[in-house]
């Protein structure tokens, strides 16, 4: 055994590529695009470093051409859940055991490989399985799954150097040790990195993790699953179980050995979670640590001090970037009155500008939302505005999934702010817009805060520092991630720590150290160096 203390250097953020005409980065990635088109590929799960394939399959489609089929997954049953919980169990004990420095190479390894020899291969999988242009799979699946890989190492180091405080003749200790049984992560479609963090933070701390991914994300998910065994895993460290919600609800939450669980998605979905563990909080071995961020309504709020010129880009970017499918996506905007031509003038303008259709055109800012359920739901809400006598649709509003599942940026104006399009979350290129007097600035800031019971990301632009300092006060606890004269989106690990609290989750901090306690269990330790052996107190003595 070694004696040293061996020490990972603070990281820094990956660089983001700017795909450039003739740049070697871009020439890659078109071949990658081409290559995985006339491939289709053949998914297993992947239990006790295993690949196992079941009865059922299902396909993966491009969203933007959904007739293109770019391969087939497996789907694991109840039967495979149960398997991938044993080999997690054992795999526990060696896993929680070897020495960390050995447990963080493997994840500093694995974010070379993607950054490196990978990164065409995982942006191409993204780009083409969940719809993304060239620049959101280059943050998503490359910079921002690395910099988890590599903070989120640092941050446990730095935990684990944390140490009590000595007294004479006495060495005080604290050892972080994994949680008591297998954690659970079911990961969104949205975004690669979050599927690549949800497993990898809890398996870093020394967890054994059960990961399933999302149906529309399973491409690149499984593309990296490969880059951590490939990396070094240890076999039944993470367990790879594309599965359908229900039999994991039914197999995985109740089993005794859950011990952790965690969940990017939907704000219902993770209440059912909650009421499942506490209905059956007598039969597991430890209490659960439930770690979740689920759904968001994010705004941006505009004082008449606002820069117009800034707001309007960042309500462009902020609702339409990734068709509005960000956990963070701007959705509602508060404009008073006075900006109110300036800047319904220059969205037409910019929204004007946008192009959409398939991500293999690089000139393309906006692709397909993910799936026909998406799709449908989406149409929906623009078909309600379009009945309603109280909003209106002033741009976009067409939806066509004869290709694939496209919806125009759609910009609404609603008369108060309490309408449906205000309140509800969407998940789609749609933004919604209440013109308030500028003399209601207060009661605005009322409605704001409490007309959602969201409080995930926004932001606030103006020039006025008292301005800032108000509206910022009044929004304290209506959102986790909050932004001053910027969109409400791209949180940058080891920078903006995201999260939110109310129906927005647990706001334990993904790409902050936060996260990483809640996947570590603590014993102190007390050492006596030289035990008293005298019964009696001196209070006692009397003369």
Known sequence: ??????????????????????????AALKAELARQLANPVEIPLIIGGKEVRTEHKANIICPHNHNQVLGQYYIAGEKELLMAIEAAEAARAEWENM?????????????????????????????LGQSKNTFQSEIDVICELADFLRFNIYFTQEIYKQQPNNSDGVWNRVEYRALDGFVAAITPFNFAAIGGNLCTAPAMCGNTVLWKPSSTAVLANYYFMQILLEAGLPAGVINFVPCRGVDFGKVVVPHPKMAGFHFTGSTGVFNDIWK???????????????????GGKDFIFAHESADVEALTCNIVLGAFEYQGQKCSAASRAYIPESLWPE????????????KMGDVCDFTNLVNAVIDKKSFQNIKNYIDYVKESPDAEIIMGGDCDDSVGYFVEPTVIVAKTPTFKTMVEEIFGPVMTIYVYPNDKLDETLTACDTATSYALTGAVFAQDRAAIIKIAKALDHAAGNFYINDKPTGAVVGQQPFGGSRSSGTNDKAGSAINLYRWMNQRSIKETLVP????NYPYMIEK
């Not at 960390?100 to 390894?109: C, D, Q, S, V």
């Not at 209905?279 to 689920?294: H, W």
């Open 1 to 26: 055994m070694n004696n040293a203390y061996f020490q990972v250097k603070a990281p820094v953020n990956e660089p983001v590529k700017s795909y450039l005409p003739d740049s070697p980065e871009k």
């Open 276 to 294: 499942q563990v506490s209905q059956n909080i007598d039969n597991y071995v430890t209490y659960p640590r439930l770690v979740g961020e689920t």
């Open 343 to 354: 800047v319904k003038t220059r969205l037409e303008t910019e929204i004007s500008k946008l």
């Open 99 to 127: 020495p960390w420095e050995h447990r963080a190479t493997i994840f500093l390894k694995a974010a070379d490989l993607l950054t490196g020899k990978y990164r065409a291969k995982l942006s191409a999988s993204c780009m």
């Open 532 to 535: 008293r052996t005298v019964v």
